[in-house]
């Protein structure tokens, strides 16, 4: 049995967890990718290419970094293996940059003013013209949006943002800097240096997976760098990208085409090699000493058709209809494949560009009803429904207290179905050619509990539900509840096990400080809690195995100055925090980031 770890869209097969700790439903779902027979995909109709045998095209003996040339990036010509060829970078939008009072002026009191320079790192130049790309996360939680910047004559960019987390690469020609995360503070400047260091040059191919034909106006992207740096095949199927970043590690390589289904394979270059990963478990990894040259294989597309109603038959237009899969980029790595829309006024629904060589979960949700899973096989669509019915939802809400009675803040509480619904949620076994069929979100419905203590989980179906509450992945309650005859839950009352301790203490705040939170992790986050108007804290539902870590962040009164603490303590002390300003953030190979008070 395996856990998982997700990021960027990834899921990650780690050794087995500590049986103490929650999540083994995951588990139980991701660890069979481990278990899958060895497969390749067969001869199709006697056209597929045979990539073993077939000689690659000759490239240059050395491996050579490309630096990019003064031509506009619009439009760059690369050499062909079997001859020239015309690869042309995507077009990005550019997010417009305010420039005078009056647009400053515009922006609310809270949004954080950022403001990036571009340089190379060689010669410490400014980089005008360079593109930079910010991926935002606002401080809700919401999903990431991507803003596409251009450097000034100065290499500067400047984004007015919400507050929340940035995540910032910048390129220029034959150039990649980052990436850099950095944390949007609300009324602060922030000022982020990115230098850039010189990248390789990377060429290939995208064919179909079944015939081995070229596919033409696929986009190509190295998307754990920038999502946006994207290229897109010829004619015949090339294409070239100049900028495969230089962080002598695997990055992964994106591919996506109109009627065909994503991949994401992992390229690897180190001094002298490059290397195109296997995907699954018996498959060659593919390299050479010279130029990378590689070749990615799309799957046919998957479409699905329907429409949605309510139990008297009604349409129910504006409803989320998402569909999510996974699939194999390296033997012990699952990429997510998905992708989401909304029904329209007659209920009716289409989503396409899904993988249909896997399986995947189709999850409706609307307000006010329950939401709705169906597991699908894999195979060819289009893939046609009748109506899909929702129900009423139901409510599950409750109140979690330590064993001294205070409330517990922002712990992490799991509901799990008892079984499946009829007609609803069934499972499919893993099969050939079937990756991860099951939707790891569907089977599991996650809430926090606030300042409170109290959590609450809507458009729950009348079912049986099995409820964790775990701290730092250490189950802390489990309990099964089940709907009443009347439809709907009780109210919840739960109290935590006699073996959690709660670390308490106090931060010396300035007078008119606000915003004051602490922050625990250790092997990952473990709470955010509220201060008290008298800096006072209480973490409920930790152990005394090993000490926390602590981070205390806070906002002046007048100036908007942040102030901070860190370090580590034992659930045994009571610390006295003194907070200090935060003058300097974090400072990474080669990329710097500091404040403006």
Not at 522 to 541: I, K
Not at 571 to 578: G, H, W
Request: glycine fraction near 12%; hydrophobic fraction near 40%.
């Amino acid at each position: 049995m395996h856990s998982r770890a997700r990021s960027r869209g990834r899921v990650f097969l780690v050794p087995p967890p500590d049986p103490k700790r929650p999540g083994n439903g995951r588990a139980l779902i991701l660890g069979a990718l481990l278990v899958l027979a060895p497969f390749s995909l067969g001869v199709v109709g006697g056209r597929r290419i045979d990539r073993e045998s077939a000689p690659a095209p000759r490239r240059p003996s050395a491996l050579a970094r490309s630096r990019g040339t003064p031509a506009a990036e619009e439009s760059v010509v690369v050499p062909a293996p079997e001859g020239g060829r015309r690869s042309t970078l995507a077009a990005l939008e550019l997010t417009p940059i305010p420039t005078t009072s009056n647009d400053r002026a515009q922006v609310r009191s809270s949004a954080t003013r950022l403001e990036i320079e571009v340089r190379e790192r060689e010669s410490g130049r400014a980089l005008p013209g360079a593109r930079v790309e910010v991926g935002l996360t606002p401080s809700g939680g919401e999903a990431v949006r991507l803003a596409v910047l251009e450097s000034d004559l100065h290499g500067r960019a400047i984004l007015d943002a919400e507050p929340g987390g940035a995540r910032i690469v910048a390129w220029s020609r034959g150039l990649t800097g980052g990436p850099l995360e950095v944390d949007l503070a609300p009324g602060r400047t922030l000022r982020v240096a990115v230098d850039c260091l010189p990248a390789f040059g990377v060429t290939g191919r995208v064919v179909e997976a079944d015939s081995g034909l070229p596919i033409a106006g696929a986009e190509v992207a190295f998307w754990t760098f920038a999502e946006s740096d994207r290229v897109v095949t010829a004619a015949d199927g090339s294409f070239v990208h100049p900028r495969f970043p230089a962080s002598g590690r695997g990055e992964q390589v994106r591919v996506r085409a109109s009627g065909h289904g994503a991949a994401v394979r992992y390229l690897q270059i180190e001094p002298g090699a490059w290397t195109l990963l296997a995907a699954r478990p018996g498959e060659r990894s593919r390299g050479g000493s010279g130029e990378p040259w590689i070749e990615i294989e799309l799957p046919r597309e998957l479409r699905l058709l329907g429409s949605v109603r309510d139990s008297a038959g009604r349409t129910l237009p504006g409803a989320r209809i998402s569909a999510e899969g996974f699939f194999r980029a390296l033997p012990k790595v699952a990429s997510r494949d998905g992708a989401e829309t909304f029904s329209l006024a007659d209920g009716s629904f289409e989503l396409a560009g899904l993988r249909a060589d896997i399986g995947h979960s189709l999850r409706v949700e609307a307000p006010g009803f329950a939401a709705r899973t169906l597991e699908l096989a894999p195979g060819e669509g289009p893939l046609a429904f009748g109506p899909i019915e929702l129900t009423r939802e139901s409510l599950l809400s409750g109140t979690v207290v330590d064993l001294e009675g205070f409330p517990v803040e922002d712990l992490a509480l799991q509901l799990e179905p008892l079984e499946p619904s009829p007609g609803s949620d069934v499972e499919l076994p893993l099969q050939e050619g079937l990756d991860l069929g099951l939707r790891v979100e569907s089977t599991e419905i996650v809430a926090r509990t606030s300042a409170e203590g109290v959590f609450v989980f809507e458009r729950l179906l009348e079912r049986p539900y099995r409820l964790t509450a775990a701290r730092d992945g250490a189950p802390l309650v489990e309990r099964e509840v089940f709907p009443l005859g009347t439809g709907g839950f009780a109210h919840l009352e739960l109290e935590l096990s006699r073996e959690s301790r709660a670390l308490v203490g106090r931060v010396l705040l300035p007078e008119g400080v606000r915003e004051a939170t602490i922050e625990l992790s250790r092997s990952g986050h473990v709470g955010r809690f509220t201060l008290a108007h008298d800096g006072s804290f209480r973490a409920s539902g930790l152990d005394d195995v090993a000490p926390y870590r602590y981070r205390v962040r806070a906002v002046g009164p007048h100036t908007g100055e942040r102030l901070q603490a860190q370090g580590t303590a034992w659930v045994f002390e009571r610390p006295s925090l003194d907070l200090e300003p935060l003058e300097e953030g974090p400072e990474l190979a080669g990329l710097a980031a500091f404040e403006d008070g």
